[in-house]
């Protein structure tokens, strides 16, 4: 059979036609695409001419196209579909994608011609991308000689292997440590619907007539704070805290430790005094200095609301508190104090009419787009839904795939990923995908979401947004190609319109009786945004700081004991608490071992949350849901990518830089 994947797509926008793709397919096209390109930029390097854009960064541009549909194609599914044979694709290809990167961005043929181009006539864009692939250059070794560039292939060839493992250790470890219970009475407090989802996990896992409660990537699980079962919760809440740290087989903090130590040898190599400062010098924050300053402000006044908190919930438990207890009577202490009761609000927020009526229905207001179904475009997996998404003009902007179902092939957590990126030089359009992992209802039956998870989807579609508006000439420049300390802010603005009046209205409707969510309830909620925040602000800083300590070490400075260190470093930073353990712990924390995604950047969210508090401002300065609004944002930041500095878009369209008050505002950090 024909391998798909060695020609383009012929199926709308390019997506991947992955009806018709094996296992051995994916290896075959990314060898011939590892191969081709290699050859494509010996044919740029090995150019007689002197160096120019146009023969030089142009072509280097429009180079790699079968390898990059290849890699886009593969890693989602390794993201959320990965069956045995993929797994170990994985552990063989990853490390070929390292010594890849290395080839080409340690060939100093490759860089001198880029430091010749005279980019003094070019265009913003065309000149932002000569600097752009210089300092990639730089940051990746070139200025090395011999002997220092063949042990930084090494030590990522390494961190590559180590990081695979890592991520497959953790997908398992959170399958592996789901509960499973035999009867219905230790579930009791949980929605119907979450019973019947514990059934269904139960009876996809092969434990018929059982419960499986499964778990999500993060400490704290939902189930925890409806249970009414103590030892149950105990138990949830236990077994959540020792993945990847039990002594088991997942065990990872081998992994932990040798990935800490590499990452301290190449920050060394490239000239940095640890990993953390190479990672800030790739964001847009200044200095590392000043993310620290940044977080040593917040951190006293969020723990001193926890315990504000803490001392609330104990009162009303009646007993000493335990770390298992806490989202159970904070989820009490809402309904009683502010007559909120979350349970009781999920059949208001069905999958279905948050998606149509809710995401939707704010970008058709906001940008004038449109949404049209697609059953007759499939994706990686059944549950995985396709909508072509049409401009204001009625033109195709791209492809939205939605998948939003947990199952044991997908990783936790939730992500937005692009498997074609637009770009006026390619002449591409987007084609992105929203993950998320919410339970997977009973056949018939509506998928009831949290007010967690609602506000989840529409994050996750912020990331989509700023996929699908992009409009640059070079695909290195596309969507959320920005970085790091960035990429959450236009996810994080979106966020704003869950309780927008206008769309609130139009999606938070009960799912049997179509009434609306009544405006008193919404009264109640508005009136509850504050609890809960410094128990929310302070795991995440523990997650935020227990990050930058692990990548602020030096190579002698790695530690045998990574729960001692762990607990001292939290400690050190100033948020350690009993009773909220972080976000992430070290043994879970997927986002800076797994790869080096978020590493010495978990920071970046509540970087990105100083911008998206001041833009929200905006937006309720200038009359909010509006076509006018929503252009401008749009046109001065969502569509820009990185073809400019992300702070440059920001102050194009905000008039000045980013102010803190708003978040402490919204934090209660006052």
Do not use: C
């Amino acid at each position: 059979m024909t391998n798909p994947l060695l020609s383009p797509s012929p199926l709308p926008y390019g997506l991947t036609p992955f009806a018709g793709i094996t296992p051995e397919h994916y290896a075959e096209a990314v060898d011939a695409g590892l191969a081709g390109h290699l050859q494509e930029i010996q044919l740029i390097s090995g150019n007689p001419e002197p160096a120019t854009f146009e023969n030089t960064a142009v072509p280097m541009e429009q180079s790699g196209l079968l390898l990059d549909r290849a890699a886009a194609a593969f890693f989602t599914l390794v993201a959320a579909d990965a069956s045995p044979a993929i797994k170990e694709l994985e552990t063989v290809l990853s490390p070929k994608f390292s010594a890849h990167q290395d080839a080409v961005y340690m060939n100093r043929d490759l860089y001198e011609r880029f430091a010749a181009i005279d980019a003094g006539e070019l265009d913003a864009e065309s000149a932002r991308l000569v600097e752009e692939y210089l300092k990639e250059f730089r940051q990746s070794g070139i200025q090395l000689n011999e002997e220092g560039q063949a042990r930084l292939r090494e030590v990522n060839a390494e961190l590559s292997r180590l990081g695979t493992e890592f991520g497959q250790r953790v997908k398992e470890a959170m399958k592996v440590s789901a509960l499973l219970l035999d009867d219905a009475g230790d579930l009791a407090g949980l929605p119907a619907e979450g019973i019947a989802g514990a059934a269904e996990a139960a009876k996809a896992a092969g434990h018929d007539r059982k419960y499986l409660l499964t778990l999500i990537q993060p400490s704290n699980q939902p189930a925890l704070a409806s249970l009414e079962n103590r030892s149950i919760r105990r138990r949830l809440h236990e077994a959540s805290l020792a993945r990847g740290i039990d002594g088991g087989e997942l065990d990872v903090r081998d992994l932990v430790t040798a990935i800490v130590q590499l990452r301290a040898e190449k920050a060394s190599l490239l000239g940095f005094a640890n990993f953390a400062e190479l990672v800030v010098d790739q964001q847009t924050a200044p200095e590392f200095g000043e993310v620290q300053a940044m977080l040593r402000r917040i951190s006293p006044a969020a723990i001193r609301n926890a315990q504000a908190e803490a001392d609330a919930l104990a009162e009303s438990a009646g007993h000493d508190l335990e770390p298992w207890d806490w989202a159970y009577y904070s989820a009490r202490v809402r309904k009683n104090k502010f007559e909120v009761d979350e349970q009781a609000l999920r059949p208001y927020f069905s999958l279905e009419t948050v998606l149509t009526d809710g995401i939707f229905h704010a970008a058709t207001e906001l940008y004038g787009i449109t949404f049209h179904e697609r059953a007759d475009l499939v994706g990686y997996h059944p549950d995985v839904r396709v909508w072509e998404v049409r401009d204001h003009d009625g033109s195709g902007l791209g492809l939205f795939l939605g998948d939003y179902y947990t199952r044991e092939s997908k990783r936790g957590g939730a992500w937005m990923n692009s498997l074609v990126e637009q770009s006026r030089l390619l002449g591409t359009k987007s084609v992105v995908i929203n993950n998320l992992n919410i339970t997977k209802p009973s056949p018939g039956e509506p998928a009831l979401l949290s007010l967690d998870e609602v506000r989840t989807v529409f994050h996750e579609f912020g990331h989509a947004l700023h996929g699908l508006f992009s409009d640059v000439t070079y695909p290195r420049f596309s969507g959320t190609s920005v970085p790091r300390d960035f990429v959450e802010y236009p996810s994080q603005v979106n966020e704003m319109w869950i309780m927008w009046p206008e769309v609130l209205t139009k999606y938070a409707r009960h799912y049997s009786t179509g009434e609306v969510l009544p405006q008193s309830t919404v009264d109640k909620l508005n009136n509850s945004l504050l609890w809960g925040e410094g128990f929310a602000t302070t795991e995440y800083l523990g997650a935020a700081l227990l990050d930058l300590a692990w990548h602020v070490l030096s190579e002698t400075d790695v530690p045998d004991d990574v729960l001692a260190f762990e607990a001292k470093a939290l400690a050190d930073a100033g948020v350690a608490h009993s009773l909220i353990p972080p976000r992430y712990r070290t043994g879970y924390f997927q986002h800076i071992f797994a790869g080096a995604g978020y590493a010495a950047g978990y920071y970046s969210y509540i970087w990105s949350e100083v911008l998206d508090a001041d833009t929200v401002e905006w937006f309720k300065e200038n009359g909010g849901l509006t076509r006018a609004n929503g252009d401008y944002f749009r046109s001065e930041l969502l569509s820009r990518g990185n073809s400019r500095d992300p702070l440059d878009s920001f102050r194009a369209f905000r008039g000045r830089d980013a102010e803190l008050e708003p978040l402490l505002k919204r934090r209660g950090l006052e």
